[in-house]
């Protein structure tokens, strides 16, 4: 162990990762008087491969955060404000579901580039490191309870009381500190691309599409701008390997493979490459956090298993994981029972929505009939809420 104590560059609390969950941990600490610094390996603004769809809860929970934020968001020009989702199941007549709450879509280059900077704007106890990756985490035994966090080729450390993980889906901090690792039927893969030259675009409308042939799985069509989108393809990592599926094959195959969609796309050009990347599923329950560190956003696996959409509860998280840290520093308890109190309120708001979604999800894996069923039993309010657990 190379550090004497006290070693400099010590901060009450390091967030590591500047997605959602990361970057709203450290405007909530914003009232606080504690130190926060506030890493990422990238440099932003950073291409994040997403649906760019932001829900409702998203929005209305970063407005409890930080109000001002979200009002200078609403004006911000390069997003589309979301009405309605389609959803379009096996060739049924679609289905159109109407959002009462606030939903936007947005390139997360941009989203979470404005978000970053909203941290700088009106959290001024926040440190950002920028392009820095973290790859060493050590339990300091000359301190108890205090976390050497850095990079070791660059030979640059921090110290911590209190250690964030929102470094997403790989997460060094689960990694490190706890035992949860990666499994098939709890995780989710999805491709992304942005196309322009995309027919029959509605500026305020999401469009879902499922195949008999591609189940258990989803197609999308988020919209950008009149004629560009978000397309993308995603499935359950487990079905991906029983079938040998080759997801950046399948996205293609799928448009060929709808009468509609190919009709659409026959004249778009494709920007960019596609991208892929793994969804950590909220169908299993992990540990999110122990004596000095907590786990917010996809390094908890929050991912809403039936829609694959975690923002809004990266969001979530990284509001009750600031709270809960200050609460911890209020009675100086680091203990991990006094931190296990953020799994246990978390799961209070999100859990049964997760539960929900995880039935949903084995139902229709298990039996995929029962899509068209409810999709012919749409008229039935029943089955309409049930088709909004799937978006
Ligand atoms: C293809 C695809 C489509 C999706 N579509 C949607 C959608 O439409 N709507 C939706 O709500 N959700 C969607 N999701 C899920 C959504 O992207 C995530 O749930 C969300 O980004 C979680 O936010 P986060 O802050 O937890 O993690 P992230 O957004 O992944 O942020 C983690 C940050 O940590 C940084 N980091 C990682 N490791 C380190 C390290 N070692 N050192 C320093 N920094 C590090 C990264 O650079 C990154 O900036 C999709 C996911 C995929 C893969």
């Known amino acids: 162990m190379p550090f004497k104590s006290p070693i400099p560059n010590h901060y009450d609390i390091i967030i590591i990762g500047a997605g959602p969950a990361g970057a709203t941990c450290a405007l909530q600490l914003r009232h606080s008087k504690l ?38 968001f609403r004006t911000f020009p390069l997003k589309t404000e979301i009405k309605h989702t389609r ?5 049924h007549k679609p289905i159109d579901i109407h959002w009462v709450n606030e939903a936007y879509c947005c390139r997360r280059a941009d989203f979470d580039q404005a978000f970053l900077q909203g941290v700088r704007q009106y959290a001024p106890n926040v440190q950002i490191v920028e392009g820095f990756q ?45 035992t ?7 995780h989710a893969g999805a491709v992304r691309a942005y196309f322009s030259g995309v027919k029959g675009l509605h500026l305020n409308r999401t469009e879902v599409f499922v195949l008999p042939e591609f189940m258990p799985g989803y197609f999308w069509v988020f919209p950008l701008s009149e004629d560009t989108a978000n397309i993308g393809f995603g499935m359950l990592t487990s079905s991906i390997a029983q079938q040998k599926i080759n997801l950046k094959e399948a996205i293609y195959a799928f448009i060929q493979a709808s009468p509609e969609l190919k009709a659409r796309f026959d004249e778009s050009t494709q920007e960019g490459k596609l991208e892929g990347f793994g969804l950590a599923l909220g169908s299993r329950r992990v540990p999110m956090s122990g004596e000095h560190f907590l786990l917010a956003g996809d390094a908890a696996s929050l991912i809403d298993p039936a829609s694959g959409e975690g923002i809004s509860n990266a969001i979530v998280s990284g509001k009750m994981a600031a709270e809960t840290i200050v609460a911890a520093f209020e009675a100086q308890d680091f203990s991990a029972d006094f931190v296990k109190d953020y799994d246990k309120k978390l799961f209070k708001i999100i859990g049964k929505e997760l539960k929900t979604s995880t039935i949903l999800l084995r139902s229709f894996l298990f039996a995929p009939k029962l899509l068209d069923v409810s999709a012919y039993l749409m008229g039935n309010p029943f089955f309409k809420r049930l088709a909004k657990r799937l978006m």
Do not use: M, W
């Not at 929970?61 to 001002?68: A, H, K, N, Q, V």
């Not at 959803?87 to 060739?91: A, E, F, G």
């Not at 050590?138 to 030979?155: H, K, L």
């Open 35 to 72: 130190n926060v610094l506030l890493i990422d390996k990238a440099t932003f603004p950073r291409s994040k491969t997403c649906g760019d769809a932001i829900t409702g809860r998203s929005i209305k929970t970063l407005f409890r955060c930080c109000p001002e934020l979200v009002e200078q």
């Open 87 to 91: 959803l379009n199941i096996n060739h």
């Open 134 to 178: 973290v790859n060493d985490i050590i339990e300091d035994d000359t301190v108890p309870g205090r976390y050497i966090v850095g990079n070791s080729n660059q030979q640059r450390y921090f110290s911590t009381q209190f250690l964030v993980g929102s470094d997403g889906t790989q997460s060094i901090v689960g990694k490190k500190l706890t």
């Open 180 to 186: 949860t690792r990666l499994e098939q039927n709890h």
